[in-house]
């Protein structure tokens, strides 16, 4: 008698989520995979995500509509530079890149070695991903119809979303906050060096944290 190869249990949260946060979805239960498509901001309008459910683990994949021509070696290699580069220091998921075919996704994972997976922690990696597309699309899309170099793409993205976030939060009076970013951002010229150019111990960088999710709802197709 055949046996399902993943968690029923954690597939039916799964559902539970999507069911009662009416996304339109389909779902294989042979393999236990949903799908589904997400609309989303910025110059990558729209993602097919595809939600592996495991035995003890969930892994959420959020592919990109457009990819990389395989047999244009210069933009294949500058896309490869941007994802490593992006995926430098990122604590929940990462980009991933196919070298056969030029394929983009994000891909965020879920334990439940264990336990079960909490609806909040299931709404966070489907939206993580589309935020990651949000922050980073621009410096793909440059890269795939500009002919854009990594570094220039990425410093593009960063520079985007820190003057995004300083204006929420200018928005939203929190005046000492924004003028500390504006002096980070002034400061960018040395990046992580001192005046001497001596590298910075990491805890003397400042940080900013913010809520990527927030009230934002994102319009489901």
Sequence with gaps: MKTNMYSI???????????????????DEEHGIFKFGLRIKGK??????????????????????????????KMMMEMAEFLHRVNWGLRNGCFEFDFR???????SYIDC????????????????TAAMFEKYGAGITSIIFAEGYAQEAIAMCEKKYEEE??????????SDLAAMM?????????????ADGEKLPSEEIPKVHMDLFGEKKMEVE
């Design 9 to 27: 249990e954690i597939a039916n949260i799964v559902k539970q989520f999507l069911t009662e946060d009416s996304w339109n979805f389909s779902f």
């Design 44 to 73: 990558i309008h729209s993602l097919k995500y595809f939600i592996s459910i495991r035995t003890n683990e969930i892994i959420v994949y959020g592919i990109c509509p457009i990819g990389v021509d395989e047999e244009d070696n």
């Design 101 to 107: 075919d030029g394929e983009i996704r994000f891909r």
């Design 113 to 128: 070695d264990k336990t079960l997976p909490s609806i909040e922690s299931i709404k966070n990696s489907i939206f993580c």
């Design 165 to 174: 976030l300083y204006s929420i939060l200018s928005e939203i009076g929190d």
């Design 182 to 194: 504006t002096r980070q951002a002034e400061s960018q010229e040395i990046t992580e060096e001192g």
